[in-house]
């Protein structure tokens, strides 16, 4: 952190002209000019006081914000984290076992993490989408159908719920924040990110307050299959609507999902 330089935007909006060129030029050499330039306007912007987040204008990114934040917790990711125990006890493991099981989901859920942040600029946000929700859909896909047919296979269940998690982590545990933060221009910049995070908790205490129920109820193999469900039309959404924010300025990304 301490090599870490300062977001040129701080540096503008403090006066600091030649400090913020300096960091842009080892961003994007070529691009300093404009990029300030477009610094500047955007943040003249945001200095407006009255900014709606439900304006007509900014429709797009708060749409594809509350979308991304929904099937993040469609997936079942928190149900799963949260009841793991429960649901390799229903596959025939022992406490002991289940208990163990769900300590290497949260050392897996924290490895991929940090391989999806290591690697989301390299390829960008919709690729490790694409990618995740491919593993998701066939994880939830074989969980749903080893729970419909009760062939558990001893420790199939946590092997598949092991790899879920790792293409959980590596695709929407590592985008929806970067994601979220960089499809609102700066004038609702805050107000947005708020209502990303606010989808996703809303979401989260629906899903982790009603998964016991179903699973009762429907059984493992129709709650499962629900995620998946959910999960094949994230691909969907991901293909259809979601773009590509990697290498796009927020400057860039206005002119892009904003109506002027």
Known sequence: LLRVPESPRWLLLHGQLD????????????????????????????????ESLWAAQYRTPVLLAIAFAFFN????????????????????????AALL???????????????????????????????GSVGLI?????VARAFYSQQFGGVLVPVLLFLYIAFFAFSQGAVIWVFISE?????VRAKG???????????????A???????????GGNTFAFFCAMMVLQLGFVLRFMPETKGTSLEGMEKTLVMH
Not at 23 to 46: E, F, K, M, Y
Not at 81 to 96: C, D, S, V
Not at 138 to 142: K, V, Y
């Open 19 to 50: 400090a913020g060129r300096e960091v842009l030029r080892v961003i994007s050499p070529s691009t300093v000019d404009d990029d300030v330039a477009a610094i500047l306007v955007s943040q003249a912007a945001a200095a407006q006081q009255g």
């Open 73 to 96: 917790q469609v997936s079942g990711i928190n149900a799963i984290i949260y009841y793991a125990p429960r649901i390799f006890e229903m596959t025939g493991l022992g406490q002991g």
């Open 101 to 131: 099981s769900s300590a290497g989901i949260g050392l897996i859920n924290f490895i991929f993490t940090l391989l999806g942040v290591n690697v989301i600029d390299r390829y960008g946000r919709r690729t490790l989408m694409l990618v």
């Open 138 to 142: 066939l994880t939830l896909g074989l």
């Open 183 to 187: 499809i609102f221009p700066n004038a």
């Open 193 to 207: 990110q708020a209502l990303g995070s606010s989808t996703h908790w809303v979401m989260a205490t629906v899903i």
């Open 209 to 219: 307050f009603t998964f016991p129920y179903f699973a009762e109820k429907l059984g």
